[in-house]
DNA sequence: TCTAATTTGTGCGTATGTATG
DNA sequence: GCATACATACGCACAAATTAG
């Protein structure tokens, strides 16, 4: 295989898959400055083009500086500095309040020859496929929420391997996958045995999940710990029906469900952080002055936007967990 | 028998049974991605049509996202997917916390055979830029928040008037285009006036306003305020410096600065709601139960993503002003 | 030094296809 | 239905620089 390299089928002028071939030799360093390229007419003739294909493609690439041409001899490379637009397709689950720090800080990481292309699967699976059918070889890395989707592994399969990128979530069967992703099951666990010393004032500990779509290692941890701490728990899907009652202490995930509570626990009189306890999954803004601070249980978005730009930019092809805190405020 | 199939004589128009020849083709497996469709010319001359019919049908296949159109090439297939029917272009300024009920709502009010994509220009006029040209012609309408882009008018211009909706903002030079916007000088004046009562045991109005990217009309309506008003007031850029006073009432309006001020607040051991006042524009989750309730002026993002959906749905090219609402709560 | 082969550089014509009015 | 513009791709002719035999 050459250098140029060209596909009579493709959607891509010809003249473009010349230029992106000598672009490509410059990335992955088989090209070099001062190197010879192929004779205009050689390069015709192998791949049956008008001559005037190939000038146009070699003269855009001598107009960007990037080659130059010597009468009777040949073209050169001048220059291995290209500019190329690196584009990322990025498919995140859903837009909330978490997103936007993770968002935000993966975006900062790059300069503006990147560009990043965020949908939404909203986890539904034909969604999800339809969005990583549609613009498979369109992007130069696929940075991809597999939340909890069982087909997920196989519709991510039809992705070239090594421009793949899962964000947050993984499971055992995407294994194959370089990854960024929380533990959740360690994470809970974890987090709430660091704070046994302070759940011994309570004598029941709820588990609110009101989402089905939440990754399950949460609810396998929770109750790993309540196997092992031998507290009295319970489990409930909303709010609504509940009764903040003295001496709970609420874990709870997301920050719609953690106002109702907070609401309520003021409906009855209750005192947050000596009569009921409250501790959230995911830091956010709020928790920080909410009845003077949430203790939580949360990874650091920030931080994790931050190593899947870097991962990318470094093409390294590994699993992270992302750093876990537990932080405790007044709540407790 | 080709891809393409006429019949002259039945009674479904000519460039639908063109589109449904390429539904065909892909439902049947016959037609994959990537593949190039028969040339516009060649399916005229086949069936003796005019080039407008060809046309009118590659069209729409184009902004149902299932063709690509490469120029001086052909079409090709872009999505195997024929369920889309309408796709929506979404242009937002920036990802945070008030988006999340505006995308959700104006999403769950079309059914499944809608796509929405969404892009975000962070107030870069060539990102703006950029995101526009690319997507001419690839969607059925456009949906886009000009924010106080200066450019935005001219490159707006570029799209079909009767298919642009202006999200949020709008100003005097893009009265030409639909839009469900906020009237941002007005909300401030009125929303202040209505607060008024509240304000006279406050001997200072401080406004905070971090950012250039914040709408002027804020600033105008804060100003006419203080101008009708007679109260005493001061404007400052951050909140690093200042440290709050017995007697001051803060205007506030990111979230951010919010949570800096009510610490700065706690730490000078002061008491919000009678000793120092906080009025907030834009209302989120976290100012219902923060110290007890902070006061807001906010337009209602879920109304204004419902109204968006509603005015596309049937088309009414009308601009319309969001309303406002002014929730009074503990910190006054 | 001459010459033939190779290569870039330039100009013009033609065909096909998209894009717009 | 028609006209016009623009992009892609191909073919041919000729000029000028370089290199090798």
């Keep these: 295989m050459g250098i140029i390299n060209i596909d009579e089928n493709i959607s891509i002028p010809k003249y473009r898959q010349i230029i992106q071939s000598v672009e490509n030799g410059l990335q992955e360093g088989h090209l070099k400055k001062g190197d010879k390229l192929p004779s205009v007419n050689s390069i015709k ?5 008008s001559r005037d294909t190939v000038f146009t493609a070699f003269g855009e690439l001598k107009q960007r500086g990037i080659v130059e041409a010597v009468s009777g001899k040949g073209y050169y490379i001048k220059s291995e500095d290209i500019r190329v637009v ?3 397709f990025l498919l995140f689950d859903e837009l909330n309040t978490f997103k936007e720090d993770l968002y935000n800080s993966f975006l900062n990481a790059f300069d503006s020859n990147v560009q990043v292309d965020i949908y939404f699967h909203h986890f539904n699976k034909s969604v999800f496929e339809k969005h990583i059918n549609d613009n498979i070889g369109d992007y130069n890395y696929y940075v991809i929420m597999p939340a909890n989707l069982k087909e997920a592994t ?3 399969r039809s ?12 499971n ?3 294994l194959e996958f370089a990854s960024v992703h929380q533990n959740f099951e360690d994470n809970v666990f974890k987090g709430l045995n660091t704070l046994k010393p302070y759940l011994a004032k309570y004598d029941r500990l709820v588990f609110v999940n009101p989402k089905s779509i939440q990754p399950k290692g949460i609810n396998v941890g929770f109750r790993n710990f309540v196997k092992s701490s031998l507290l009295k728990s319970s489990e409930i899907l909303g709010l609504e029906p509940a009764v903040p009652k003295k001496g709970e202490v609420y874990f709870i995930l997301d920050d719609r469900s953690l106002i109702e509570l907070i609401k309520k626990i003021q409906n009855e009189n209750l005192i947050v952080g000596s009569e009921v306890g409250i501790i959230a999954y995911n ?4 928790k920080e002055i909410v009845e003077g601070g949430i203790t939580t249980i949360s990874t650091n978005f920030t931080l994790m936007g931050e190593r899947m730009a870097q ?3 470094n093409e390294e092809m590994v699993q992270v967990e992302n750093p876990n805190e537990v932080i405790i405020r007044n709540s407790l």
């Design 45 to 49: 003739n192998r791949f049956s083009l």
């Design 86 to 88: 690196k584009k990322i």
């Design 154 to 156: 196989t519709i991510i």
């Design 159 to 170: 992705l070239p391997k090594d421009k793949v990128f899962l964000l947050d979530q993984t």
């Design 172 to 174: 055992d069967s995407l």
């Design 283 to 286: 830091d956010s803004l709020l």
């Design 311 to 313: 991962m990318i930019l």
